[in-house]
């Protein structure tokens, strides 16, 4: 009966999250007056989507953590880009998709309304992490006096006025390290109102509009400010590309792009510039290699900035995303694998998960730091905490089915911003 | 169905946690033997006014620009500094002069301490400079645009006024990993090192091969010296190394 629900459409037995299909949606489409956007036909749930947002999420927990060996196998270490961006990017797509019906359903103030209402979510979850940052961090600050690392000790400073630093929090001013990506999540959320109205008149010229705000973050050096000083380690002007792309997409976009998307010549340029890539990251880890990589490269190149999305990133991203759409296409039977669960119930829960992740990455390094430290020890932690985050996505999925069961009708037009998630 | 996922990640724990346990076990063989891959302690820099002065038996004058962590409180004679110049007495010839000194700018940024330098260079006028920064930039979060530029700054004041320049980055610190966020600050001091053909001593690196070889345990809480001084040891003699490869000085100045 929710938003999320008609997005849904008909559901696979069992795919946790997704609840009955509502008929009502599919003839509800028609009736909208010659919209500028298509949305997708009323299918089965993309578990692609939550595929991959599931892998972002297991990806972020462990680039959280202190490296280790299971983050030889995350995707920042063979290229540019890394699981951030393929979190903004589907969290655009699925943010559009659920509010972008709601607003061409109910209307633009309705839709806002809905979407504040997950902006609001996902700042008292952002509270409630910085809290528990605290917590480490005060535990931290008095049990640990190895003399190699007073200066180290200096990140405590900010405890000494708790005043000014737990205000600035609340003003997602100060933002701890690993705490950067749901502050901007929720500036991304604040703008989707405006987004949509204007994907609604006209998705081309929006697109362009995010790429000419891109371009004048790099020009003019846009910038949100942080505390004590500094700036956002995720600048918002310049990640919105990534968040509207998602959303263009996800508005008809990816059905205009799929004859480009099919062409071999595409195909081509994307394994180049992958292998690329991968090619200049290896360097980074066997320095002999960058004796064969040309100075000039390297001056144009470097360095590849994370903060402002830097442009190689965000064509990386794209070079992953067409490979991942050619070769494994929707319907692809291993989307209903058993294996793969795991990573598809993660993806339909992500802004609990994600906050999971980032308490589980906290605990992680508090039992190495305080309990037990070495590789095994490791590896252990980086396992249980995916085998939680799994569990905890499983239980979050079999209450909703049952609450979902016993209180249909009650839940009437209750914005389900499941789908919308990407927290 | 569940017992196969059970099993397979068991198997994969089981596969992920075998090198490690060897890589344990092998630890207490060499102990604390500061040992390095080579490339660790590679660079294409090359450090021409040192060479020169050991070759035409000049004294070698060092002088180390760092913050808290470039010495051990309370035992200032096994800091890096010290033991680098004890090292190099021993490797350069016993009528090669060797002096270092040190010069501490406690919770400055790069950029507080670059704005020194031209005094501190008309002060001193060493051969060589060894500036150890980013610590407190990390800490405070400069932008790492702004520090970028203020070490581009400090390496050319510094070039300037005459000497040979290292870089050296910031402390392997497990503990704090999850607090002070290191990357983008390593990141900028080795495109400076490359746009300015300086070598870059990279202590975070070899402090993390050490940590994950297990020759130190750098998530120690130990509250006591030791720990601090066999580190200082090793990076001591891992900088006394670097800088006679940078300046190419090979065995036939080396005593041993």
């Given amino acids: 009966m929710t938003i999320a629900d008609q997005v849904t459409g008909s559901t696979i037995a069992g795919t946790a999250g997704a609840k009955p299909a509502e008929v009502k949606s599919v003839d509800a489409k028609p009736r909208i007056a010659a919209p500028a956007i298509t949305l997708p036909a009323i299918g089965e749930r993309e578990l692609r989507l939550d595929l991959f947002r599931g ?52 209307g633009f103030v309705i839709a806002t309304a809905r979407v504040l209402r997950r902006v609001w979510q996902i700042y008292v ?82 697109l362009a509009l995010s790429a000419l705000l891109y371009a004048a973050t790099w020009e003019f050096d846009l910038y949100f400010s942080a505390y004590p000083n500094g700036f956002w380690a995720f600048n918002p002007f310049a990640w919105q590309l990534l968040f509207v792309f998602g959303a263009w997409c996800a508005l008809g976009g990816a059905r205009r792009m799929s004859r480009i998307l099919a062409s071999p010549v595409t195909m081509w340029i994307s394994i180049a510039y992958l292998a690329a890539a991968f090619y200049v990251t290896l360097t980074w880890y066997v320095p002999q290699l960058s004796h064969f990589m040309p100075k000039l490269i390297e001056q144009w190149m470097y360095p590849i900035d ?28 291993g989307l209903k694998s058993p294996w793969l669960r795991p990573l598809i119930v993660c993806g339909q829960h992500s802004l609990e ?17 305080e309990v037990a430290s070495g590789p095994a020890m490791h590896a252990l932690i980086s396992l249980s905490g995916i085998l939680i985050m799994w569990a905890m996505a499983w239980v979050i999925s079999w209450y909703k089915r049952v609450a979902d069961k016993s209180g249909v009708k009650t839940k009437n037009a209750v914005g389900n911003a499941d789908l919308a998630g990407g927290g | 169905m569940k017992a196969k996922v059970l099993l397979s990640l068991i198997l994969l724990c089981g596969y992920l946690a075998a090198p490690s346990a060897r890589a344990d076990d092998a630890a207490p063989a ?79 940024t790069a950029e507080e301490a670059a704005g020194t330098f031209v005094k501190l260079m008309e002060a001193k006028s060493p051969t060589l400079v060894i500036w150890q920064t980013g610590t407190v930039d990390a800490i405070r979060s400069i932008d790492p645009d702004d520090f970028r530029g203020a070490v581009t700054d400090g390496v050319a004041a510094l070039q300037n006024a005459g000497a040979d320049v290292v870089l050296m980055n910031l402390q392997y610190s497990p503990r704090t990993e999850s607090m002070i966020s290191a990357p983008p600050y390593l990141d900028n001091m080795r495109v400076v090192a490359q746009e300015h053909d300086v070598p870059l001593f990279d202590r975070f690196a070899i402090m ?49």
């Fill in chain 1, 55 to 106: 892998l972002a999420l297991w990806l972020i927990f462990i680039d959280h953590l202190p490296p280790n060996l299971l983050t030889w196998f995350t995707i920042r270490n063979y290229g540019f880009s890394d699981a951030t961006e393929i979190f903004i990017f589907i969290s655009g797509y699925t943010a559009a998709f659920v509010y972008g019906r709601a607003m061409l359903e109910n």
């Fill in chain 1, 125 to 206: 979850a952002h509270v409630f992490l910085f809290t528990i940052f605290l917590a480490e961090i005060s535990y931290v600050a008095t049990s640990f006096e190895n003399p190699l690392y007073t200066e180290e000790m200096g990140i405590m400073d900010f405890l000494k006025q708790p005043d000014v630093t737990i205000v600035q929090a609340l003003l997602l001013r100060f933002r701890p390290v690993n705490m950067d990506v749901l502050p901007l999540y929720i500036v991304l959320m604040l703008a989707l109102p405006l987004i949509l109205w204007s994907m609604k008149w006209r998705p081309d010229v929006t």
């Fill in chain 1, 306 to 333: 994370k903060t402002d999305l830097d442009v190689l990133r965000f064509t990386h991203f794209l070079a992953l995303a067409a490979l991942t759409v050619r070769f494994l296409p929707r319907e692809w039977p």
């Fill in chain 1, 353 to 369: 998960i994600f906050c999971l992740g980032v308490f589980l990455a906290f605990a992680g390094h508090f039992i190495l730091a």
């Fill in chain 2, 30 to 108: 060499v102990p604390a033997a500061c040992e390095l891959p080579p490339y660790l302690l590679a660079t294409e820099s090359q450090l021409h006014k040192v060479a020169e002065a050991v070759t035409s038996g000049k004294p070698l004058e060092i002088l180390v620009v760092g913050s808290r962590s470039t010495t051990i409180p309370f035992s200032e004679d096994s800091s890096y500094p010290a033991r680098m110049q004890a090292i190099l007495k021993e490797k350069l010839p016993p009528s090669e002069t060797v002096h270092v000194s040190v010069e501490i700018q406690s919770k400055k």
């Fill in chain 2, 208 to 256: 993390r091969q050490w940590n994950d070889q297990g020759q130190f345990d750098l998530f120690s809480p130990s509250r006591g010296p030791e720990l601090a001084k066999q580190v200082h040891d090793c990076i001591g003699r891992a900088l006394a190394q670097f800088v006679l490869d940078a300046a190419h000085l090979g065995s036939a100045q080396q005593q041993n």
